[in-house]
């Protein structure tokens, strides 16, 4: 079996959706800013799709940043508690990652979402999947 439906579910195009993380164990954000710009990315938490109860969730103390062309290693970057990541104005932080698990959520919240102030790409892979599906049956991860 492929990874997709057995390990993963993706969402490509993610900047600013809610992600439901009721059926997995946590979620990846891949984020992609070109030409050396440096972003903000913000973490909020919802108690569904539409948003309800939005609000930041300080839960990002270490994320990881390489160019994104597979010429360098990431490198681990650390930070006290926060909802925001802040990439450097430099090439070898063009793309960042960045991990949350389900269990960083508040109670009765199942949703995040990440949103680059920029024009920062942002990919979002579901990890941990509770149950294991032909990628065709998946659920739909922002509803």
């Keep these: 079996m492929e990874a997709l439906g057995r390990t993963v579910n993706v969402i490509s195009v993610a900047d ?66 926060a909802a925001t990541v802040v990439t450097a104005a430099a090439a070898t932080q063009n793309a960042m990652w960045v991990e949350i698990d389900g269990a960083q959520l508040s109670d009765d919240y199942d949703y995040v979402k990440l949103t680059s102030t920029g024009a920062g790409r942002v990919e979002a892979i579901a990890r941990d999947l509770v149950v294991q599906r032909a990628p065709a049956n998946l659920p739909a991860l922002g509803a």
């Design 16 to 81: 600013g959706v809610y992600i439901g993380l009721r059926d997995c164990g946590g979620v990846a954000f891949s984020c992609y800013l070109a030409g050396a710009a440096g972003d903000t990315y913000t973490l909020v938490e919802a108690k569904d799709a539409a948003g309800t109860g939005a609000q930041n969730l300080a839960a990002v103390t270490r994320y990881y940043t390489c160019t994104g062309d597979g010429t360098d290693a990431w490198t681990k970057r650390t930070q006290a508690a």
